[in-house]
Nanobody, 123 residues
Framework: QVQIKESGGGLVQSGESLTLSCAVS????????MAWYRQAPGQQREEVAD????????KYADTVKGRFTMSRDNAKNASSLEMNNLEPQDTGVYYC????????????????WGRGIQVSVSA
């Protein structure tokens, strides 16, 4: 079983910064993709950034390019999302999402979601 926990959310003012963290634990052989998604009230969930385990540079949604930076630590099965110059439009629930293989080299591959964490940005 795999557990995913996000942390670091909160309420900030426009222009301020927050850093979210994602910790993945359990019966993990390898995490291939780590990604961050967000969902604003009344809107669909959208991908914010993702990073493949052999890559060093993440891919970003156009709305956050230049403001958000995603990193991951493969040894710790963890990821972080540094969010700078936050805007009210960044408000939403942020989710950590992973594609991973469990147990061993022939283990099953699956997609897992964290429960999400609230980020609120006031004008």
């Amino acid at each position: 079983q795999v557990q995913i926990k996000e942390s670091g959310g909160g309420l900030v003012q426009s222009g301020e910064s927050l850093t979210l963290s994602c910790a993945v634990s359990g019966n993990i052989f390898r995490i291939y993709v780590m990604a961050w998604y967000r969902q604003a009230p009344g809107q669909q969930r959208e991908e914010v950034a993702d990073l493949y385990y052999t890559d060093t540079v993440a891919k970003y949604a156009d709305t956050v390019k230049g403001r958000f930076t995603m990193s991951r630590d493969n040894a710790k099965n963890a990821s972080s999302l540094e969010m700078n110059n936050l805007e009210p439009q960044d408000t939403g629930v942020y989710y950590c999402h992973v594609q991973l293989r469990t147990g061993h080299v022939y283990g099953s591959v699956g997609l897992n979601w964290g429960r999400g964490i609230q980020v609120s940005v006031s004008a």
